[in-house]
């Protein structure tokens, strides 16, 4: 019962912080969505910050274990898996239950340094550059972390292009540029 | 962020390089700088975050790289854009991964790409910075060499590929428009204000200037649409 509190607290917050915004969201609006009582909240969650955290996390993992099972399963060599990247971010931003990368936008949301926050999601996506790069080294790229980076770079620019200007084709463009990176990140 | 949507950015861009190529590049380094600047990060921190806007930055890359005679210019623009704003937020995020400059080397990649296969275009550009070179001595004669030099070179190449059934007259009105439009200030019409069958040969043989793929069905209509390009061309005196 009290881990069924605990997940209900979680998606009303998720739900609520990927459609109004974390900072935009108070805890009364998290307990109305939630029909549970403010003290049952903060039973299961000291502050409203570690809820955030709690939800960026779990966010971020779904992306970072969804991702990693569909590379898995559907290509072969690492080379392919690093060009399917963006199939992959693409799909997962389609699903309107997602919008955006979560560990970006709690990034955009918490631009101070020593916000706990803002370190998080910065771990966040450190572990999705540093999968980027292990794929890259798979691939037998001599600059992976090089690669790896500037594909990350790539995507986080893309997916805030495309959220400013939906069907603007910054996905797809970033897609042709990847496979460009790739390619001449090959050859060096 | 305010940075990307200023005027100041597209300003200094222009001033840092001579060629397309290099103000595009120039973008990185400027922000680079300007990041470095006493005091900036932190006001930066405690500022808005880095969110892409409705800019002029999108419309200067796309005229750049068009001038630069890229292969798809709404493409490497819109590249070029998106890994800009990924690595501005990079860099606030931990300067020492040097992410700008890692995304200038990206956007070398990128525009190099474009330009493969251009090798004529290149040799023209070649002649038309000695042009300019000669305009600093002769002025308004040399503007006319420099004009010839552009519309000239990059003719045998490309009418060797197209087929017979081409008006070669219309074809040269083509590459005459142009060529033209790259010596100007040109403001293209949005590709949304087209009909939806126009559209994409407006992208492929106006906006990207690619000439090589002129249909003879579409002939007419390309020479139509680039009638509606709107160019200032600066005296040559200005272009000192």
Known sequence: MAKNMRERILVAASTLFHTRGINATGVDTIVAEAGIAKMTLYKH?????????????????????????????????????LQRLFDYV??????????????????????????????????????????????????????????????????????????????????????????????????? | MKILASGWLRRMAQKAGTTPQARMLALFDILQDWVEAPGMR??????????????????????????????DA?????????????????????????????ARLAAERLIASQMRGRAPMRGVMVISATALAMMLLLSVFAFNIKRQAFSFAPLPVALAKTPDTLNPDQVAAVYHMHDKIREGEC??????????????????????????????????????????????YPPAAMLL
């Open chain 1, 45 to 81: 969650f000291r502050t409203k910050e570690d809820l955030v955290l709690e939800v960026v996390t779990r966010r971020s993992r779904e992306f970072a274990e969804k991702l990693a099972a569909k590379l898995d399963k559907s290509t072969s060599g690492p080379v392919e898996k």
């Open chain 2, 187 to 232: 403001g293209y019409p949005q590709a949304l204000m087209l009909p939806p069958e126009q559209r994409a040969v407006y992208m492929e043989n106006v906006v990207s200037g690619n000439g090589s793929d002129l249909l003879p069905a579409t002939l007419v209509l390309v020479n139509q649409l680039y009638q509606r390009v709107d160019c200032y």
């Open chain 2, 42 to 71: 932190q006001s930066l921190l405690e500022a808005a975050p880095v969110n892409a806007e409705q800019s002029g930055l999108r419309t200067f890359l796309v005229q750049l790289a068009v001038k630069a005679g890229a292969a």
């Open chain 1, 90 to 188: 693409e799909e997962w931003l389609a699903d309107p239950q997602c919008s955006g990368l979560p560990f970006l936008k709690a990034s955009a949301e918490f631009p101070q340094p020593d916000s706990p926050v803002h370190r998080l999601s910065a771990e966040l996506s450190q572990e999705f550059r540093d999968y980027i790069t292990g794929l890259a080294r798979e691939a037998g790229i001599r600059a992976p972390e090089a690669l790896g980076l500037q594909l990350a770079m790539l995507i986080e620019g893309a997916v805030l292009s495309e959220q400013l200007s939906r069907g603007s084709g910054a996905l797809e463009h970033a897609r042709q540029a990847a496979r460009i990176l790739i390619e001449s990140a090959q050859r060096k």
């Open chain 2, 74 to 102: 709404e493409a490497l623009a819109s590249q070029l854009y998106s890994i800009l704003l990924g690595a501005l937020r990079e860099e606030l995020r931990d300067p020492d991964r040097q992410a700008l400059s890692h």
